[in-house]
């Protein structure tokens, strides 16, 4: 009896474990394809039976600066904003939670359920007046313009997340440390950050990736002056000629390994991202 | 507790990004959606509704509004495989943590990319189906972004390839926060799989898919990145989307108050 459950068991993991293999490969598959291509290692159906091209060679990746010979500024401009915009929206959205996770007033349910809506509002529904604004109040083709508009864009979702975080946050510890006379941002920098560092780390991480894949906001609110990775990868694809797939592998590789890296190397970090912390405690 | 003093200090830098930059452009656009607006223009008249008659008598419109029904069935597809991933994932095994952030990489690509990759991806040359096919002793066959039926498909499922894994990485602590004794009690009572996702995983969850899907619908809205790369609303207008017209009517025709009645 316990002998036949435990063999149960045992099937079921290995059913388990060749699944997620299998879904693993699949959802890996075309990105593999990409590297493969950015390395020169091209698919030849022609052939019987169908083969691949060889040797590979890093030479798409040297051709990126010819056929768009601002890749590395654009890579610069890519990092500059979402550094600062993940900053500044995880120093807004600590602030924010903090003062809301330590609120009691009618309406608070509404108010973070509002800033979800805030967070699904699609940019093309906004983008056309916030230019406008732009133009008028020179932030127009700025870096400073993007990484504001930028900072807006994932300041919603970030206040909703680390609002889930700070309400089961130390909110005893905090008192004791205010009868002891901390000011509050030393209880702020102090007390409560500590305790909750894991998740708004976590959470700055998400936050950079959507910073860097943005795409409808530096494209409208620049001119070319300014241009980040994902503005340049559509331009020259789509307005000036249609782009060797080699080279646009290669492009493509690179302005994704400083994510892959990235979320890779915070893997245990980005592990508690948690967008339902709030639902817990409502 | 902080004093009321205190907590409005801290919400001010959230109101002063938040106001002129999301809400009031938002708010804007709406308004200027009943009116002719155009930037640079002195004399503004509220025309009431009558752009968003000119919209729905207009059959590029149509299709669009039809193409984004269409689409949104990604956001169901996406719920459901992300679903099944992170319930793949429950259990703790040796480099769990490794495997989410690998299956996870597929989000990272920007919408942008993502058009760019699959355009090639579907190329009849280089492609990912011909090459299988070829080993079948098969022929080619065209790109289906050049199909009219099939140009929406295929695009969704560029979408579906997206995010999936994102729904698996925002579902699975949801999943791993059900206490395990509900799991087991459920398998001493003889519960197949179907009925505890069904019975305890599924009623846990809900709250959070319900968050998850509001965000893939607003996101789906939105979405025009991918298709402005992969087919440009065509062939024809087979995968026009509002989003996408809207931005042409805005930035291509510079027809203000239509694209914003649009958006």
Known sequence: MTASWSTQQHHRRQTRVVVLILAVAVFLLPLVWTLLASLQVIPDDTATPPAWTWPPSLASYLEIGIAEPGFAQELTTSLGVSITATALTIAISFAAAFSLARSRFRGIRLTVQGLLVLASLPVMAYVIPLNDLFLLLRLHDTLAGVALASTAVNTPLAVYVLYGYLKRGPAETEESARLDGASITQILWRVTLPIVAPGVAATAIVVFVLNWNLFLIPLVLTAGHVRTVPVAMSDFFTFERELEWLTAAAALITSLLPLVVLVIAAHRAIERFNLGAEQEIL | ?263
């Open chain 2, 1 to 263: 507790m902080p004093t009321r003093r205190e907590r409005l200090l801290l919400l001010t830098p959230l109101a002063l990004i938040l106001l002129p930059f999301l809400i009031w452009p938002a708010v804007f656009g709406l308004l200027a959606s009943f009116t002719n607006y155009a930037p640079a223009q002195l004399q503004v008249h509220w025309v009431g509704l009558a752009n968003y008659a000119s919209i729905v008598g207009d059959s590029q419109f149509q299709v669009a509004f039809r193409n984004t029904v269409v689409f949104g069935l990604t956001v169901p597809a996406e719920l459901a495989i992300g679903f099944a991933l992170a319930y793949l994932l429950r259990e703790p095994f040796r480099g769990r943590g490794l495997v989410r952030v690998i299956l996870l990489i597929p989000w990272l690509v920007s919408p942008i990319a993502n058009g760019v990759m699959w355009h090639f991806l579907y190329n009849s040359q280089i492609g990912l189906i011909n090459f299988g096919l070829a080993w079948l002793g098969l022929a080619g066959l065209p790109s289906p972004l050049g199909a009219k039926g099939l140009a929406l498909p295929a695009a969704m499922l560029t979408d579906i390839w997206r995010k999936s894994p994102l729904v698996c990485f925002l579902a699975l602590p949801g999943l791993l926060a059900i206490p395990r004794d509900h799991w087991e009690l459920a398998t001493l009572e003889g519960a197949s799989s179907r009925e505890r996702i069904l019975r305890i995983a599924l009623p846990r969850l809900r709250p959070l898919l319900l968050t998850i899907a509001l965000l893939l619908i607003g996101d789906t809205l939105g979405l025009f990145d991918t298709l402005v790369i992969l087919t440009g609303g065509g062939p024809g207008s087979a995968t026009l989307i509002p989003a996408l017209y809207s931005y042409q009517q805005a930035f291509q025709v510079h027809n203000w108050p239509i694209g914003s009645t649009l958006a």
